[in-house]
């Protein structure tokens, strides 16, 4: 087994596959040993980051606290501008149901009194078709009565005429029995 020294390597030519891949690791074993100990802080080193840490949680903790406050400020004043608007909103409403009921009011008065002027109307209409009605009756009752009264003297009339032919008649028939009487007492005594 033939060696060289070089340095720090060991030539073993028989294993030298095994070698190089020893060699890589060892190089990149030293790699990683350079770079820890570059990163490898000190005790006051760690202090400061542990305090960096605490100091930027305290100003997270702090942005957050602030922006919640800010969103509870945020929120109080959009609740107050929604009661604000829902204050209105009724104002608002009240006087629009207000304006309709006035308005609504202000319909049936008017409908009132057309509906009055229409009852009038009607009532003088009515009125004078029964001042009419009672204008014809009248009329029929004057005209029923002196056709009744026309009647009356007629059937009075022929009434009288019979009576004066049962007069003349009765007149005849005492007539006779006053000339039979005058006759038999004169005559036949």
Known sequence: MSANVEGSQVENTPHRPYDE????????????????????????DLQALREEMHAG?????????SHKLDVKSEINKLREEVIAALANQRIDFNNALAKQRQEV?????????????????HREEVNAALAKQREDFHAALAK???????ALAMQSIELHKTLASH?????????LLIAGVYYIARYVH
């Open 167 to 175: 007069a003349w008649k009765i007149y005849s028939l005492a007539s």
């Open 57 to 65: 949680f305290e100003r997270v903790t702090a942005a957050f606290n």
């Open 21 to 44: 891949s020893i060699v890589a690791r060892l190089t990149a074993l030293e790699t990683d040993v350079a770079v820890m100990q570059n990163n490898f802080a000190t005790k006051d």
């Open 144 to 150: 029923q009565r002196e056709d009744f009264h026309a």
């Open 105 to 121: 009011y202000d319909a049936l008065a008017r409908h009132r009194e057309e509906v009055y002027d229409a009852l009038a109307r």
